[in-house]
């Protein structure tokens, strides 16, 4: 039986990890795994989820199965935050609870592939490396399309726009909602609009991936391209973690929402439970038990909502440094979240490693809150000489 498999390539970025343990130099820095990192390079349990957690330790009455679509209530109070009172209300909405962003997206793939005709999913370079391999093991067939001009830092809208106008009807367009993996560039809106209106003119299906909401500009401004395109699209999806913004990654914390007309929506969600069920049967509770609580509570909401602003505007203090720190580091001041694709070429990637210790995914793609306010000046002088911008 298993004669026939074949080795597989251990995954990069986790290779890092165990690169970075074994460097002895107390000097080194971990930009690699996509992890929030607090001034003192860790990354804490928040406060908000170790109070809402306590509660639930003294109070969880049983910890007997849920259904496929897991903690109703989880989603039910997620709704507003994502979409915004207006939307999150829509009767043509509904959603199910999942293990992570990824099981969010990998629902979402095995949804697509049950769909009518022999729809492909459009996917943006470079992206989230998972992206990809997700659909293509629900058998989708995916289709990559230009999206980041690395000489300016930012989106190739003009090339973006003209590769899905060749999109079929019924076509799924994958988008990042916010706070792009890897780049960090970003859509503006005068961008976004344009690309509602080619979605809705081409009849294609936005899923739109929101891993980082609260990470970028604020959890509004995050989530308005999403309820935008969602207000105007009448079929889409969105694939949602809770794993960044409430600092839950083991957990495994996310949903998936899919917008349909009314006609077909009860299917929808028969269909979802179905998948989810062969899946995974039904989420793990105890990361998503953890945020109901705290969007139970309103103090503990504030205390969330405030511990997700510090992390977020000490991420954008960093991009901010960076870019101040070296003309061709410009576009970082433009972009959001916790990724930034240098220019680097892939020899200077290795060189930075094995010279400073400077831990790097060989794309370019560093995780900024991998840096200090203190570690940037030494970062930029380290990795200057090599800048191809
Ligand atoms: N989408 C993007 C763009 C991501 O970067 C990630 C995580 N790296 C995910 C989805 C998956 O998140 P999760 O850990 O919740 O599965």
Redesign the pocket.
Known sequence: LFGALERQPADALLGLIGLFRQDPRATKIDLGV?VYRDDAGETPVMQAIKAAEHRLAETQPTKAYLGAEGDARFVDLLAPIVFGAALAGDPGLTGVQT?????A?RLAAELVARGAGDPKVWIGTP??P??APIFREAGVTVRPHPFFDAASGTVDFAAMASALAEAAPGDVVLL?GCCH?PTGAELDAAQWSALTALVVERGLIPLI?L??QGLGRGLEDDASATRSMLAAAPEAIV?Y????NFGL?RD???ALWVKADGGSLAAVRDNILVLARSLWSMPPDHGAATVREILEDATLTSSWRRELEEMRSRIAGLRAALADADARLAPLAHQGGMFAMLPLPRDAIFALRASHGIYMAESGRINIAGLRGETVASFVAAIAPYLQR
């Open positions: 996509g293990p992570g962003g990824t099981g997206l992206t989230w998972n992206h990042h993996n991936d891993a980082y694939a973690s809770c794993d960044k990654y495994r914390v996310g």
